[in-house]
């Protein structure tokens, strides 16, 4: 499967595959002792540098002159490690250079330090594309839930839009989520069909 095609490829990235499924692979039995440990540990680690990073708090004087050599702009006040992440520039390798205790968190990793690193700084850059995707994906998956056939006319709901009528009335979804997958039906007449069926 080529996750480009995937709905929704922020939450299928080939880089925490093994977060996603190795869970499920322990639960159905497939998954042997040794790698079952290092799924823990990689879990635990992963954990800690985030925490860390969310937690820790720089002062200018003391990054100013990294965040200049990385041609990215300088701080006015104190901010959290995790804001520095955030910006497209600067990698937790390249800012552990210049912040030592970050540095001493990393090599604390003993095993796969690489793979843990990279895992953690994906998931601090994208964090907030990653959150928007979930409660999309929540949303959707509601949507599946609410019965929409034999409910609505819509050769009536003039707020929807004229191929969408003609589709809807063609189609005749059994359920909103089914309905906002027909090409042609926009997020806003979705949100017309729910109005109307008072949700």
């Known amino acids: 499967m080529f996750t480009s095609r995937a709905e929704y490829r922020l939450l ?43 937690n820790y708090s720089v002062k200018p004087v003391h990054i ?48 796969r330090k690489e793979e843990i690193v990279e895992s953690a700084e994906v998931i601090l850059k994208y ?24 409910r609505v006319e819509y050769t009536n709901i003039q707020s929807l839009s004229t191929e969408a009528r003609q589709k809807l009335t063609k189609i005749d979804p059994e359920t909103i989520g089914q309905a906002s997958r027909i090409p042609g039906i926009s997020p806003s007449d979705v949100n017309v069909l729910l109005v109307m069926l008072g949700r």
């Open 127 to 150: 964090e907030g594309y990653i959150i928007r995707e979930k409660l999309i994906a929540e949303k959707l998956q509601r949507l599946e839930h609410i019965p929409l056939r034999g």
């Open 64 to 111: 100013n002159e990294f965040l200049a050599r990385m041609d990215s702009s300088e701080l006015k006040h104190g901010c959290k490690l995790s804001d520095l992440i955030a910006r497209p520039q600067i990698g937790i390798n390249e800012l552990a250079t210049a912040v030592p205790i970050l540095k001493a968190k990393i090599d604390e990793i003993k095993t």
């Open 12 to 54: 299928l990235r080939q880089d925490d595959a093994d977060m996603r499924l190795t869970k499920k692979g322990i639960e159905i039995g497939l998954v042997k002792q040794n790698r079952s440990e290092q799924f823990e540990n990689k879990k635990i680690y992963q954990s800690k540098l985030i925490d860390f990073v969310r």
